[in-house]
């Protein structure tokens, strides 16, 4: 295994979030920053994202390891800094309803000059993905994590609609969320950034540095407890596992349906319920 310090410090950092909240006795986090979100058990909030981790890792099929033409190093850190920058961007400065626009300007132009410069340098051997019948691989580690997330006892309660608008509102807000997060996000943690960290420092710390610095982006936004430290671990406990989910299908299956699928869902899971009242 490849840095191999590096990679059981970062597996350290992961299992300290949850470790810490039960140690504390903080055994239920609101995982939304909606004021109208409810409090939900931590074992409800990361055993669906546990269970769906383990069948994406027992699944046997995988695809190789992006295979990098040369190192590449400034395009990596290009995106580490922008990952970093965000987060503090948004803790120092009254951004308010900019927050998509800053989102779009740092995730998506940074980004996409990050890979237009990677293009012309060609840094990456072209990914292998999965074809025809093989492309339904991450299907059972999303229905697993689905059936918990949404019909079993492990289901978050329901959102009072007294506290959110309209449905025209909300739809308008939704599908600002989509764009900005569950398709940005993905294309930008997972794609961009946890790509080539996994080509500079091997496959699992790639996914795993991914995976905290996804965690980190939503600390200014995400207050579960109103105090530093058991919010870092709330933000480890959640947002890192998710990130672990989906970074793990993304290493093994490389499939950009399924990844966005699963960001989509997660932040739609408390909104349904209000469509369907």
């Keep these: 295994m490849r840095n191999r310090p590096l990679t059981w410090a970062l597996i350290a950092l992961a299992a300290a979030g949850p470790l810490y909240l039960l140690a504390t006795g903080r055994t239920s986090i609101r995982t939304s920053s909606d004021e109208g979100a409810i409090p939900q058990s931590l074992a409800a909030a990361v ?3 546990l269970a769906g981790l383990l069948i994406a890792w027992l699944i046997p099929v995988r695809t190789p390891a992006p295979v990098p033409a040369r190192r590449p190093d400034g395009e990596t850190w290009t995106l580490v ?47 292998e993905r999965p074809r025809g019948w093989a492309a339904l691989w991450p299907v059972p580690a999303i229905a697993v994590w689905a059936l918990l ?28 969320t989509l ?16 790509t080539r960290l996994e080509a500079r420092f091997g496959r699992l710390p790639g996914l795993l540095m991914a995976s905290m610095l996804f ?7 995400h207050h579960p407890f109103g105090s530093p430290l058991p919010d870092v671990a709330a933000a480890i406990a959640f947002q890192g596992l998710m990130g672990l ?19 989509a869902a997660t932040n739609a899971v408390t909104l349904i319920p209000l469509y369907l009242n």
């Design 245 to 263: 989910f989906v970074g793990t299908l993304w290493t093994r299956f490389r499939s950009k349906t399924a990844i966005i699928a699963v960001h």
């Design 149 to 176: 997330e949404y019909v079993s006892p492990l289901r978050q309660p329901p959102l009072d609609p007294a506290d959110y608008p309209d449905l025209v509102t909300l739809t308008v807000i939704a599908l600002i």
């Design 81 to 127: 800094a922008l990952a970093v920058a965000f987060p503090v961007l948004i803790a120092v400065f009254p951004i308010g309803y900019g927050y998509p626009l800053v989102k779009l300007a740092l995730f998506g132009g940074g980004a996409l000059l990050v890979a237009l410069i990677g293009r012309r340098r060609t840094p990456f051997a072209p990914l």
């Design 179 to 194: 764009v900005t997060a569950s398709i940005l996000e993905e294309l930008f943690y997972r794609v961009a950034l946890q």
């Design 215 to 221: 965690a980190g982006m939503h600390l200014p936004s």
């Design 47 to 49: 055993l669906p994202l």
